[in-house]
């Protein structure tokens, strides 16, 4: 079991967030959902995102931010565009329990938030011509670093053998 989470501050997009569940499902981490969002958590395009793996999601919502963090201790790391830190610079290999937390889609994270904790902002680098990347686009390019850092605990190397398995190409045949 990680000690990765995943925090989305009001998000809008349901696709979006389809896809960030898919993502944890992947890497079997907890996902929080700060309200408000801009959909309903049953949204069918919610539902179409997270494909086959809706029922395997381990999410929890949260009314607000604050509601949130009195509940969740930890260190929190922050993704935003204004953040001065590389996210490869964190350091997801320590014992506490880490949030990284990406904010909505069109505003971000509350920017006196990130302002109170500007030593945990981190950004994904980009050309002068990119303002942000799509946010699960984000979400998965910084949550499989922190795994590739611990090392991809409990996590598939090959095709499970519950599915195709993994010498299902040595005996494919077009």
Do not use: W
Not at 133 to 162: C, D, H, T, W
Request: charged share 25%.
């Amino acid at each position: 079991m990680s000690n990765i989470e995943v925090v989305l501050y009001n998000p809008e997009i349901p696709q979006n967030t389809g896809n960030i569940m898919r993502t944890c499902v992947a890497l079997g981490l907890k996902l929080h959902l700060i309200e408000p969002m801009g959909f309903k958590i049953d949204d069918t395009k919610l539902r179409r995102s997270a494909v086959d793996y809706y029922d395997k999601i381990n999410y929890e919502i949260h009314s607000s931010f604050n509601e949130f963090s009195k509940k969740n201790q930890g260190i929190y790391y922050f993704l935003t565009r204004y953040g001065n830190k590389n996210y490869t610079d964190i350091n997801f290999n320590v014992d506490d329990k880490i949030y990284v937390i990406f904010g909505s889609e069109s505003y971000g994270i509350d920017r006196s938030l990130l302002a109170e904790n500007i030593d945990n902002c981190f950004r994904i680098p980009t050309t002068k011509d990119v303002r942000s990347l799509n946010l699960s686009n984000s979400a998965a390019i910084v949550l499989y670093e922190g795994m590739r850092q611990k090392g991809f605990p409990e996590l598939e190397f090959n095709e499970p053998e519950s599915l195709k398995g993994k010498d299902f190409l040595k005996s494919y045949v077009k």
